[in-house]
């Protein structure tokens, strides 16, 4: 396969933008069933595998994914990961469905927002952290 999720790509630099309400999105990514070992994206040394990220020291903290309002997925990597993770309830799912991707080697394509309007109307619900993502989440 050539790329199993296609979507408005956007990135995300730290957990607490997407992931309110889990403490430890490191340890939560570690733990999943889909966790093919690969470090997961954190500004410690050592995140997604690096060191010395753009020659400051630390590691990558990036966390590249597809835009929930509106993608396209393979339906059997849906059912490789069996996804959605039952851990989940709302917030941070498109981020760590991106996560799970590359935990697994497979690729997202950025088809940019192709004239569809995502994230433009309030949150239905009860969405964690209010005011939280908006700032540190940019689309790409």
């Not at 799912?93 to 192709?114: C, F, K, P, Y």
Request: glycine share 14%.
């Amino acid at each position: 396969m050539d790329v199993e999720l296609w979507g408005h790509a956007a990135v995300c630099d730290h957990p607490n933008a997407f992931a309110p309400d889990i403490e430890d999105v490191e340890a939560y990514v570690r733990t999943a069933a889909w966790y093919r070992g690969l470090p997961p994206p954190s500004w410690r040394p050592g995140g997604k595998g690096e060191f010395d990220y753009e020659g400051k020291g630390t590691g990558d903290g990036r966390w590249f994914f597809v835009i929930g309002g509106c993608f396209l997925i393979r339906t059997c990597v849906l059912r490789a990961l069996d996804w959605p993770d039952r851990r989940l309830i709302k917030m941070g799912d498109d981020v760590l469905l991106g996560e799970a991707i590359r935990q697994h080697g497979w690729r997202l394509r950025n088809t940019g927002s192709m004239g569809v309007a995502i994230d433009i109307q309030p949150r239905r619900g009860d969405n964690g952290c209010v005011g939280v993502g908006k700032k540190v989440l940019k689309a790409l």
